[in-house]
């Protein structure tokens, strides 16, 4: 781990729809509560011919638009901007990598952090650009935004290419999942409690579901989306990180290594899904007009304006064949237009192996395990209870949730947005919460497999009426198994 912060922050692409919704407004909460080091200057870099005052408004409009008002003011923005410059930097012109060579050099006071949130193909360019201008090395590192790629083998090429500047200790790829409180929290209650421990894993545990439902369309992104659909947009690293945090071995420390090291070891005990099991185990879905929220919405071939089989569904049945997890499904499922928007765990306990109800005609429902994700954290406990009454005929179960809701648990504290958490830790030099180069091209070898099943199947996505939960081949993928998603 790196124990010097970071002197400068340099950030490619930062005129683009991320810097401004989400990165600069994280700078500007941490500025606000004087968490950033007191040295450090950040450079803005995108290709736009801005000049700084121009940018400056640029970001004050959107540190405006997507902070609430009490949560800012003219002195937190100022201060802000005080620390950021703008260059515009067009890497094919070698004036103007002199241009950057000579800000970076000139401001450096001590480790370079740079933040690439351009597309992914010009990251092993921007890379080599810095490294022939002698600007990388001992002292700075580089953090780098989802998508690694498109597939394993441009995933692999993207990492040799940056691999040639930047030893993969000094690589910090993001998946803005692991910088959320919810997700993180996640580890606290698996390792932070003994009570937990002794039941997870397939003795106890019947199914685990792993839902992240979102209510937006493609958002202005057709372009991009339709390019890469949910199984490489969301499947591929927000799903499957959600997947290792739930089901890894305990790490001995929370550390980058020790951390990291389990969740590899459960992408890579992910059975592949291919062959007939593309048909019973995989589901791809798209959805057509309907209505979210009360509100009509125009289905995904409309939003486009071209005709398209790109999945905004996917529903999957995966294994993880190791001793903790032997038997047990893990059904993922993600999709945009949903009913509504929840990201959520839920482990299923299996049902007790003798109910001494039954007579009176008393169904015992399994317990359950959900762990709330967003728009709100909290965490229930479904658990069978006596439903009040006499019960002459014989006692009545009820299933009542014990729950524990984090938002009021912890009222006074500010929650951190993702961003917030994963500039500090890089700013740092603390890579727990990055994805390293081995996960991605797992993750990207078990996703391909499934692609290329589809490919290969000419039916294509199902349909779906935007509002609901999928196409309905996504309940077959749990019925067929006598299981069902929780809605
Ligand atoms: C991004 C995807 O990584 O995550 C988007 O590219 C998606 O398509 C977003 O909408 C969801 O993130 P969150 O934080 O809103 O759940």
């Given at each position: 781990?790196?124990?010097?912060?970071?002197?400068?922050?340099?950030?490619?692409?930062a005129?683009?729809?991320?810097g401004q919704?989400?990165?600069?407004p994280?700078?500007?909460?941490?500025?606000?509560?004087?968490?950033?080091?007191?040295?450090?200057?950040?450079?803005?870099?995108a290709?736009?011919n801005?000049?700084?005052?121009?940018?400056?408004?640029?970001?004050?409009?959107?540190?405006?638009?997507?902070?609430?008002?009490?949560?800012?003011?003219?002195?937190?923005?100022?201060?802000?901007?005080?620390?950021?410059d703008?260059l515009?930097?067009?890497?094919?012109d070698?004036?103007?990598?002199?241009?950057?060579?000579?800000?970076?050099?000139?401001?450096?006071?001590?480790?370079?952090?740079?933040?690439l949130?351009?597309?992914?193909r010009?990251?092993?360019?921007?890379?080599?650009a810095?490294?022939?201008?002698?600007?990388?090395?001992?002292?700075?590192?580089?953090?780098?935004?989802?998508?690694i790629?498109?597939?394993f083998?441009s995933?692999?090429?993207i990492?040799?290419a940056?691999?040639?500047?930047?030893?993969?200790?000094?690589?910090?790829?993001?998946?803005?999942?692991?910088?959320?409180?919810g997700?993180?929290?996640?580890?606290?209650?698996?390792f932070?409690?003994?009570?937990?421990e002794?039941?997870?894993n397939?003795?106890?545990?019947?199914?685990?579901?792993?839902?992240?439902?979102?209510t937006?369309?493609?958002?202005?992104?057709?372009?991009?989306?339709?390019e890469?659909?949910?199984?490489?947009?969301?499947?591929?690293n927000?799903?499957?990180q959600?997947l290792?945090?739930?089901a890894?071995?305990?790490?001995?420390?929370?550390d980058?290594s020790a951390?990291?090291?389990?969740?590899?070891?459960v992408?890579?005990?992910?059975?592949?899904?291919?062959?007939?099991?593309?048909?019973?185990?995989?589901?791809s879905?798209?959805?057509?007009?309907?209505?979210?929220?009360?509100?009509?919405?125009?289905?995904?071939?409309?939003?486009?304006?071209?005709?398209s089989?790109?999945?905004?569904?996917?529903?999957?049945?995966?294994?993880?064949?190791?001793?903790?997890w032997?038997?047990?499904?893990?059904?993922?499922?993600t999709?945009?237009?949903?009913?509504r928007?929840?990201?959520?765990?839920?482990?299923?306990?299996?049902?007790?192996?003798h109910?001494i109800?039954?007579?009176?005609?008393?169904?015992?429902e399994p317990?359950?395990l959900?762990i709330?994700?967003?728009?709100?954290?909290?965490?229930?406990?479904?658990?069978?209870n006596k439903?009040p009454?006499?019960d002459?005929?014989?006692?009545?179960?009820?299933?009542?949730?014990?729950?524990?809701?984090?938002?009021?648990?912890?009222?006074d504290?500010r929650?951190?947005?993702?961003?917030?958490?994963?500039?500090?830790?890089?700013?740092?030099?603390?890579?727990?919460?990055?994805?390293?180069?081995?996960?991605?091209?797992?993750?990207?070898?078990?996703?391909?497999?499934?692609?290329?099943?589809?490919?290969?199947?000419?039916?294509?996505?199902?349909?779906?009426?935007?509002?609901?939960?999928?196409?309905s081949?996504?309940?077959?993928l749990?019925?067929?198994?006598?299981?069902?998603?929780r809605?």
């Amino acid at each position: 781990m790196n124990s010097q912060a970071a002197s400068l922050l340099v950030i490619f692409g930062a005129t683009g729809d991320l810097g401004q919704r989400m990165l600069l407004p994280s700078l500007h909460s941490l500025e606000r509560d004087g968490l950033l080091p007191e040295s450090l200057q950040i450079l803005c870099c995108a290709r736009s011919n801005l000049d700084r005052e121009a940018f400056h408004a640029q970001v004050a409009e959107s540190i405006t638009r997507r902070t609430p008002p009490q949560d800012r003011s003219e002195d937190s923005v100022q201060r802000l901007l005080a620390r950021v410059d703008y260059l515009p930097v067009d890497l094919e012109d070698q004036e103007s990598i002199n241009r950057l060579t000579r800000l970076v050099t000139e401001r450096r006071t001590g480790e370079v952090l740079f933040h690439l949130s351009t597309a992914p193909r010009w990251y092993g360019h921007v890379c080599a650009a810095l490294g022939a201008a002698g600007l990388t090395g001992p002292g700075t590192r580089v953090m780098m935004e989802k998508p690694i790629g498109h597939d394993f083998a441009s995933s692999v090429g993207i990492n040799d290419a940056v691999a040639t500047t930047f030893d993969e200790g000094r690589i910090y790829r993001v998946d803005h999942y692991l910088g959320k409180e919810g997700v993180q929290n996640l580890l606290a209650l698996r390792f932070g409690n003994a009570l937990f421990e002794p039941l997870w894993n397939a003795r106890h545990i019947e199914q685990v579901q792993i839902t992240v439902a979102e209510t937006v369309g493609v958002e202005g992104r057709a372009g991009y989306y339709d390019e890469s659909g949910a199984m490489r947009d969301m499947v591929q690293n927000h799903l499957l990180q959600l997947l290792c945090l739930t089901a890894m071995e305990p790490p001995s420390r929370f550390d980058p290594s020790a951390v990291r090291n389990e969740k590899i070891k459960v992408l890579r005990s992910l059975r592949p899904i291919q062959g007939a099991d593309i048909a019973t185990h995989s589901v791809s879905g798209q959805y057509s007009a309907g209505a979210v929220d009360s509100v009509a919405v125009p289905g995904y071939i409309e939003e486009l304006g071209a005709p398209s089989r790109t999945e905004t569904f996917v529903g999957l049945r995966a294994h993880i064949d190791n001793w903790r997890w032997s038997g047990v499904p893990f059904y993922l499922r993600t999709g945009k237009r949903m009913a509504r928007r929840c990201s959520e765990i839920c482990l299923q306990f299996r049902a007790v192996p003798h109910s001494i109800f039954a007579n009176g005609g008393a169904r015992v429902e399994p317990n359950a395990l959900v762990i709330h994700l967003q728009p709100e954290e909290h965490i229930s406990l479904h658990l069978m209870n006596k439903a009040p009454g006499l019960d002459r005929g014989g006692l009545r179960l009820s299933q009542v949730a014990l729950d524990l809701d984090l938002d009021d648990a912890f009222e006074d504290v500010r929650r951190r947005g993702a961003y917030e958490r994963l500039y500090i830790d890089a700013i740092e030099g603390n890579s727990t919460l990055f994805v390293r180069r081995d996960e991605v091209e797992t993750a990207w070898h078990w996703v391909d497999e499934i692609l290329s099943g589809w490919r290969n199947n000419e039916h294509g996505p199902k349909r779906y009426q935007a509002g609901t939960w999928g196409p309905s081949s996504a309940v077959t993928l749990t019925e067929r198994y006598g299981h069902s998603w929780r809605e």
